[in-house]
Every structure is written in structure tokens, then in C-alpha cells.
């Protein structure tokens, strides 16, 4: 019999693990090795966190994509899926909204939309940057060129979120179609890294195919990426694409993931995810407890929600950017959190006192 115990207690140590000690613990962890996980993570984010979640205000820009990913709802051929793409006024009022409840980052997103050209996103980052200095811009639109990506980030934009998906090959071919690589997801997020950006990646968990070994792949290329940002969450199947059928990914399994992650990566950004938030009612409170420590409050304009269809069921809690917030803070409360106001870089002590304080939140 394994000691998971210690496996846990000497990722917590020495900050890594051997591929296959990652695969024996994702293979054969029981719900001891699941709480015993989660209390190391947790007193290393409190550490470095202390009791503040960070906020990212979620602008879901576009629903139209280019790509055919098997698993995303919003996939090319996907005749059923609804698409918009906002305006650039629309996102502006959105940001303006999540800036008057208090958020001080937001997050572009949005499918590979052809219609989301340098041209229309430079001038829109400069307006964001220009009446929002305070505030920090992720973007999280997919694959571009190197010259785009420096485009974008010369225009104000300091984050962007770009999961490789799954970093084995015959993983990535059978997730996406023929005309995407793995080779060009890792040169894209080099790229990302070489520019300056805060760089985020990530995987689902459970997606088809996954096996623990090759979830272990992944936690060793992040180990070995070291993002500043590392989106997890469980895969979701969505009934108009061709893993409609599919189960969805466990609950556990991403607790146990977020967990590791924390211990391998004490400073990164880590949100509790709308998917694990869509699977089960507590997911946020149950990332946050194993070791997230940022969520998303959707700041999209309340008619596009239902669009943005990645997966089943999305979660879509209060659509007024306010009243989501009063709840959600109300959810860190009982577990002993609340909602940081700050704009929450990577590398930032969660005392430097850089908080603002004009929000009804603190
Ligand atoms: N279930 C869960 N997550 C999904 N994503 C896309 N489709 C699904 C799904 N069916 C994730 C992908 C993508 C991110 C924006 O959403 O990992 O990178």
C-alpha cells in the first residue's frame, strides 16, 4: 500500500513530484489522501494569501470560433450554437459595471472570432487602460500570432489565459481537429511568456481520453512552465458536440489536482472554476478550500449568457453584477473568506496594502 501521506508531505517539501508518483497518486487516492491534500494547499495559500480571494470580472466577448475543439460547445460546427460577438461599447459598459462593484481586473473571452482583429481590440485595450489605470486586462482569446500577442500587450493588456488543453500529442489529436497542434498551443504560450504577459495555462479534468498518467504529463509541464496563472476544472460534456454522450470529470479528481497544483506552484493564481461551480452547488467553496484562490464573477451583459454555451448546465448565478457579488461574498464568509479588492498580480503579498477600500465589500 502506498503512502499517499507522504507523497503529499514531500510535494509540499520539495515543491515537485516524479511523473509517476503524480500518476500512483491520481491512480489511488482515497478520500484521506483528498482532505489530507487539501489541508497542506490550504495553509499554503493562506500563507502566502491569507483570507482574500481575488476577483476577475469575466467579459464573454465573442460565442462565434473558428475551431472545431470536440469538447466546446461553441465549435465551428456546431449549427445549433447561438453566436454573438459584443460591442466594443458593450464591453466597455461591462468593465464599467464590474468597476463600479468593486472588481479592479477583467478578463476578456471569447471564442477564435475572425471579427476580433488587432484593429478592433488595440483601440478597445487602450480605452480600457486609459479609463481604468487602476484596473489589470487578461485576455483569453485563443491562438495568434507572436505579432498580435505584442500588439495587445503594448496596447495594455498584462495577462492572458491560454490552456494547452493536454500536453500528449495523441491526447491533444483526438481532443481537436486536424488543422490545430500542440506544437503551435506550446509556441503560442512561449510567445506569451517571451512578450512579458502573465501567462495562464491549464487543462480540464476527466476530459475523454485522460488518463492519470497523462493528467500527470500536465501537472509535470506546468511544474516545468511554471505559469503565474493555472485554470483547472472538470470537463462538462455539451450535447450538440461529439462528446455529448461522455461523462463529465470528477468532482475529486480537480480538488485533488487544485491541491497538488498549489503545493507545486505556492504564488500562482489558481481560480475555482465555473465548471466545478456547474457540477456541484459547493465547487467554488470546495476549490477554494483545496487551494484555489481567485474566482470569475461573470460580468457579461446578462441576454448573452445563455450563448456563451461552452458546456451544459453553466452555472449562471445572479446577473446583475452587484447583487452576484453580495452572494458571493456571503459563500467566502462561511468558509472564512472574503472577496480582495485588489488588482492581485502574480508575486504580490497579500498585506502589501494596496487595497482600495471604496466598495461596500470589505
Ligand atoms: N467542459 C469543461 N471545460 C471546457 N472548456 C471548453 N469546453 C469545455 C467543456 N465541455 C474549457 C477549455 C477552454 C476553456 C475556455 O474552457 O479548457 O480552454
Known sequence: MLDFKRLID??????????????????????????????????????HFGD?????????????????????????????AERYCLEPEEILAACAAGYRAGLRTFVLQGGEDPALTDA??????AEIHRRWPDCALTLSLGERSDASYE???????TRYLLRH?????????????????????????????????????????????????????DVAFIARFR???????????????PFGREPAGSVRTTLLLISVLRLLAPRALI???????????????????????????????CEVRRKYAIYDGKAAAGCEAVEGLAALTKELAAIGRRPSFARGDYGDRHDAGHENSENQYN
Open 227 to 241: 505559469p503565474h496563472m493555472i485554470g483547472i476544472g472538470p470537463f462538462v460534456p455539451q450535447h450538440d458536440t
Open 165 to 217: 488543453e493536454t500536453i500528449d500529442e495523441a491526447h491533444y489529436r483526438l481532443l481537436h481537429p486536424d488543422d490545430m497542434s500542440l506544437a503551435r498551443r506550446l509556441a503560442c504560450l512561449d510567445a506569451l511568456r517571451r512578450i512579458g504577459y502573465q501567462t495562464g495555462t491549464g487543462m480540464m479534468i476527466g476530459a475523454p481520453g485522460q488518463t492519470a498518467a497523462r493528467l500527470a504529463a
Open 52 to 80: 482574500g480571494v481575488y476577483l476577475r470580472g469575466l467579459i464573454e466577448v465573442s460565442s462565434r470560433c473558428r475551431n472545431d475543439c470536440r469538447y466546446c460547445g461553441l465549435r465551428r460546427s456546431n449549427r445549433r
Open 271 to 301: 481560480p475555482a472554476t465555473t465548471a466545478l461551480a456547474t457540477l456541484d452547488p459547493a465547487g467554488r467553496q470546495r476549490g477554494i478550500l483545496a487551494g484555489a484562490n481567485v474566482v470569475m464573477p461573470n460580468l457579461s451583459p
Open 151 to 157: 500588439a495587445l500587450y503594448a496596447a495594455g493588456a
Open 120 to 125: 478592433l481590440l488595440v483601440p478597445l485595450i
Open 10 to 47: 514531500k510535494l509540499r517539501a520539495e515543491r515537485s513530484l516524479s511523473a509517476e508518483e503524480l500518476r500512483q497518486l491520481i491512480d489511488g487516492y482515497d478520500d484521506e489522501t483528498l482532505v489530507y491534500a487539501a489541508a497542506a494547499a490550504r495553509a499554503v495559500t493562506e500563507a
